[in-house]
């Protein structure tokens, strides 16, 4: 029997070992493995611990570097998270778990990386054929770029290739690039380039990979640019000539006439590859150029004309340039001088039609633009032929339109601290290009815009200037203005001004409330008490004072927000609400008055008792009195006081 006791007594020990075991003390960490964390991410480490009810965390790096990372421990769970993920995270984090005297630990590696964008691909210049050009591929923000391959192909035909294999010296985002310096063909033409960046690293697929195309637009510069001129270069003054250029190039050269200057300056005079000049006079001499130009290069051709003039002199006014207001009236004058008989003629540098009333008499004619309008916008030309001699003289018409005040425009109402646009307007502007806008509130220019775009067309047009701020209460009562100047510089003196004001108004919601019980709060039967409201708001709102009540709120009878309670009683006690309501919103404030019963005090005594008992006091003697010196007036027939005293005597 003792021999199966031992038995049984050791096979329980074992069973015991055994439970323990499996309720042993255990740490875990996850992820299990190293992970790859993408630096500005977020990334979380979990520490849990099994057989312990209360473990305490401690959390380390292996070479005790700061965490850089925030901790948070609830029950068997520890997190660490690192947001955003930085450099200073690339380490071997330990979890340390202790329970009693038990302590259990375990680490994990997290690498970081940087591959947020896809490649860049730049050229150095247009792609021209036969002309060298550097395509470059570039990678920004990369890390670690030793793990780094770019390749760069052309129509799935590899360039280049390159891995970036050089040791790091230190941890920081790098821009890596490739080169590849190749000739265009004709051939090249819609080609794709391909610039591919490979990372290789432990991470999905779709993010160690990234790739841009870029399609290839190839081009020829212009070249054989050739002139042809009829009917000769040499010319009289009224003659005319024609001048027709051609060039060659891919895309096509668009032709360009202008005509030299001195200091080698250039007129542009059109965009047409045939340049017709008619009436020709002296100032007409010289080398004219035509230019065949598309986006790689331009190939020019010169060709030199001379024209003959006559002795005898032309002006015309009022000056070489006049400005025009649209609808107006404009006429010019052109004198001869040198010439008796002279005879007069009038055009447009293009040719256009005059729109106008001409005027001759004696060495003197007249043009005439009534009303002014675009079709009038031209460089004018005076013809005068003296004999077998041509002279001419030329005028610049330049139109504007400026005709009335802007127009400002609020988008809603001004609540202080919302944001509000406004848009000024100046219609019917031209030329649009000289005009300048400002808005100003008060004395202070909240922004300004110059129109300096080209206009393609001759046309009225509208310029706007918007722009958002934030009105506050300080800005009640500004002045918004709105200005607008054309400037016409080479024209007038001063530029035209033109500006509109608005007065700002600033809306706020309802604040500031106040609501109080004079005396007090606490008061008497009998006392009275006034319940007042204000409130500071724009624009004013009224006020409305209610008193609660479980079967509904009585609307208060209030002057200016006060209301009056003469000889509070017990019903009157309650909550009092003051509430104020405007389109920016609202606000309500409470009160509790409280009135008690004057029978509650065992000292008061009415003051109208008091009164009615010294009153009485000494009405009933005196009518005692009376009673009695009454009666003796009966006894005796008649009544005197002097008596009456003598016998009290």
Same mark, same amino acid.
């Given at each position: 029997?003792?021999?199966?006791?031992?038995?049984?007594?050791?096979?329980?020990?074992?069973?015991?070992?055994?439970?323990?075991?499996?309720?042993?003390?255990?740490?875990?960490?996850?992820?299990?493995?190293?992970?790859?964390?993408?630096?500005?991410?977020?990334?979380?480490?979990?520490?849990?611990?099994?057989?312990?009810?209360?473990?305490?965390? &401690?959390? =380390?790096?292996?070479?005790?570097?700061?965490?850089?990372?925030?901790?948070?421990?609830?029950?068997?769970?520890?997190?660490?998270?690192?947001?955003?993920?930085?450099?200073?995270?690339?380490?071997?984090?330990?979890?340390?778990? *202790?329970?009693?005297?038990?302590?259990? !630990?375990?680490?994990?590696?997290?690498?970081?990386?940087?591959?947020?964008?896809?490649?860049?691909?730049?050229?150095?210049?247009?792609?021209?054929?036969?002309?060298?050009?550097?395509?470059?591929?570039?990678?920004?923000? /990369?890390?670690?770029?030793?793990?780094?391959?770019?390749?760069?192909?052309?129509?799935?035909?590899?360039?280049?290739?390159? %891995?970036?294999?050089?040791?790091?010296?230190?941890?920081?985002?790098?821009?890596?690039?490739?080169?590849?310096?190749? $000739?265009?063909?004709?051939?090249?033409?819609? *080609?794709?380039? /391909?610039?591919?960046?490979?990372?290789?690293?432990?991470?999905?697929? %779709?993010?160690?990979?990234?790739?841009?195309?870029? !399609?290839?637009?190839?081009?020829?510069?212009?070249?054989?640019? +050739?002139?042809?001129?009829?009917?000769?270069?040499?010319?009289?003054?009224?003659?005319?000539? *024609?001048?027709?250029?051609?060039?060659?190039?891919?895309?096509?050269?668009?032709?360009?006439?202008?005509?030299?200057?001195?200091?080698?300056?250039?007129?542009?005079? &059109?965009?047409?590859?045939?340049? $017709?000049?008619?009436?020709?006079?002296?100032?007409? &001499?010289?080398?004219?150029?035509?230019?065949?130009?598309?986006?790689?290069?331009?190939?020019?051709?010169?060709?030199?004309?001379?024209?003959?003039?006559?002795?005898?002199?032309?002006?015309?006014?009022?000056?070489?340039?006049?400005?025009?207001?649209?609808?107006?009236?404009?006429?010019? +004058?052109?004198?001869? =001088?040198?010439?008796?008989?002279?005879?007069?003629?009038?055009?447009?540098?293009?040719?256009?039609?005059?729109?106008?009333?001409?005027?001759?008499?004696?060495? +003197?004619?007249?043009?005439?633009?009534?009303?002014?309008?675009?079709?009038?916008?031209?460089?004018?030309?005076?013809?005068?032929?003296?004999? =077998?001699?041509?002279?001419?003289?030329?005028?610049?018409?330049?139109?504007?339109?400026?005709?009335?005040?802007?127009?400002?425009?609020?988008?809603?109402?001004?609540?202080?601290? &919302?944001?509000?646009?406004?848009?000024?307007?100046?219609?019917?502007?031209?030329?649009?290009?000289?005009?300048?806008?400002?808005?100003?509130?008060?004395?202070?220019?909240?922004?300004?815009?110059?129109?300096?775009?080209?206009?393609?067309?001759?046309?009225?047009?509208?310029?706007?200037?918007?722009?958002?701020?934030?009105?506050?209460? !300080?800005?009640?009562?500004?002045?918004?203005?709105?200005?607008?100047?054309?400037?016409?510089?080479?024209?007038?003196?001063?530029?035209?001004?033109?500006?509109?004001?608005?007065?700002?108004?600033?809306?706020?919601?309802?604040?500031?409330?106040?609501?109080?019980?004079?005396?007090?709060?606490?008061?008497?039967?009998?006392?009275?008490?006034?319940?007042?409201?204000?409130?500071?708001?724009?624009?004013? +709102?009224?006020?409305?004072?209610?008193?609660?009540?479980?079967?509904?709120?009585?609307?208060?009878?209030?002057?200016?927000?006060?209301? *009056?309670?003469?000889?509070?009683?017990?019903?009157?006690?309650?909550?009092?609400?003051?509430?104020?309501?405007?389109?920016?919103?609202?606000?309500?404030?409470?009160?509790?008055?409280?009135?008690?019963? =004057?029978?509650?005090?065992?000292?008061?005594?009415?003051?109208?008792?008091?009164?009615?008992?010294?009153?009485?006091?000494?009405?009933?003697?005196?009518?005692?009195?009376?009673?009695?010196?009454?009666?003796?007036?009966?006894?005796?027939?008649?009544?005197?006081?002097?008596?009456?005293?003598?016998?009290?005597?």
């Amino acid at each position: 029997m003792p021999g199966k006791m031992v038995v049984i007594s050791g096979a329980s020990h074992l069973l015991w070992m055994v439970f323990a075991a499996s309720q042993a003390f255990k740490i875990e960490i996850l992820p299990e493995s190293p992970i790859m964390a993408q630096i500005g991410a977020s990334v979380s480490l979990t520490c849990s611990t099994t057989g312990c009810e209360s473990p305490s965390f &401690s959390w =380390r790096t292996q070479i005790d570097s700061p965490l850089n990372g925030k901790v948070r421990s609830a029950g068997t769970t520890s997190t660490l998270t690192m947001d955003p993920v930085s450099f200073g995270n690339e380490h071997s984090y330990l979890c340390t778990a *202790t329970c009693g005297a038990a302590k259990a !630990e375990r680490g994990i590696k997290v690498h970081l990386y940087s591959f947020p964008k896809d490649p860049e691909i730049h050229l150095s210049g247009p792609l021209e054929v036969g002309q060298q050009v550097t395509a470059t591929c570039l990678v920004p923000d /990369v890390y670690p770029f030793d793990r780094l391959e770019v390749a760069l192909l052309k129509d799935n035909h590899l360039l280049k290739n390159q %891995e970036f294999l050089e040791p790091m010296e230190t941890k920081s985002l790098e821009t890596k690039s490739l080169e590849v310096t190749f $000739t265009p063909t004709s051939g090249d033409i819609e *080609t794709v380039l /391909v610039c591919r960046a490979t990372l290789h690293i432990d991470v999905d697929e %779709e993010l160690r990979e990234r790739e841009t195309t870029k !399609e290839l637009q190839v081009y020829i510069s212009p070249k054989n640019t +050739t002139v042809s001129v009829s009917p000769s270069t040499r010319l009289q003054e009224g003659g005319s000539v *024609t001048m027709t250029c051609a060039s060659e190039g891919l895309p096509a050269p668009q032709i360009f006439w202008s005509k030299k200057l001195e200091h080698g300056a250039l007129q542009p005079l &059109s965009g047409n590859a045939t340049l $017709t000049l008619i009436a020709m006079r002296k100032e007409d &001499s010289g080398i004219y150029v035509c230019a065949g130009v598309n986006l790689v290069g331009q190939d020019m051709k010169e060709v030199e004309l001379l024209v003959q003039e006559k002795p005898f002199t032309v002006e015309i006014s009022p000056g070489p340039q006049v400005a025009a207001e649209l609808g107006d009236s404009v006429m010019l +004058t052109c004198g001869v =001088r040198g010439c008796e008989s002279p005879s007069f003629s009038w055009r447009t540098q293009i040719d256009s039609p005059l729109s106008g009333k001409v005027r001759s008499a004696g060495t +003197t004619s007249t043009l005439t633009l009534s009303p002014v309008s675009f079709e009038n916008e031209h460089y004018y030309l005076c013809t005068v032929t003296c004999g =077998r001699k041509k002279l001419e003289k030329g005028i610049k018409v330049d139109l504007y339109s400026f005709p009335r005040d802007p127009e400002m425009e609020v988008s809603g109402t001004l609540v202080s601290g &919302s944001p509000v646009t406004v848009r000024c307007q100046v219609p019917d502007v031209y030329p649009l290009d000289r005009l300048e806008m400002q808005l100003l509130k008060g004395e202070s220019i909240m922004k300004n815009k110059n129109f300096l775009e080209d206009v393609d067309k001759k046309s009225l047009e509208t310029g706007s200037l918007e722009m958002t701020f934030i009105p506050t209460t !300080e800005d009640s009562g500004k002045v918004l203005v709105c200005q607008a100047q054309l400037h016409i510089d080479e024209l007038e003196s001063e530029p035209k001004q033109r500006q509109s004001t608005q007065t700002l108004h600033v809306d706020i919601a309802p604040k500031d409330m106040q609501l109080t019980a004079s005396p007090s709060e606490n008061v008497k039967e009998g006392d009275t008490v006034i319940i007042s409201c204000t409130c500071g708001n724009f624009p004013k +709102t009224w006020i409305i004072l209610k008193k609660k009540a479980e079967t509904g709120d009585t609307v208060l009878k209030s002057i200016d927000g006060a209301y *009056t309670i003469h000889k509070a009683q017990l019903e009157d006690a309650g909550v009092y609400e003051c509430e104020s309501k405007n389109e920016l919103g609202s606000l309500s404030r409470r009160i509790t008055l409280d009135v008690k019963g =004057r029978e509650s005090d065992k000292d008061y005594f009415s003051p109208g008792l008091l009164v009615l008992y010294c009153v009485s006091s000494l009405i009933i003697p005196a009518i005692g009195m009376i009673i009695y010196f009454a009666r003796k007036a009966n006894m005796k027939g008649s009544y005197s006081l002097v008596e009456a005293q003598k016998s009290k005597v």
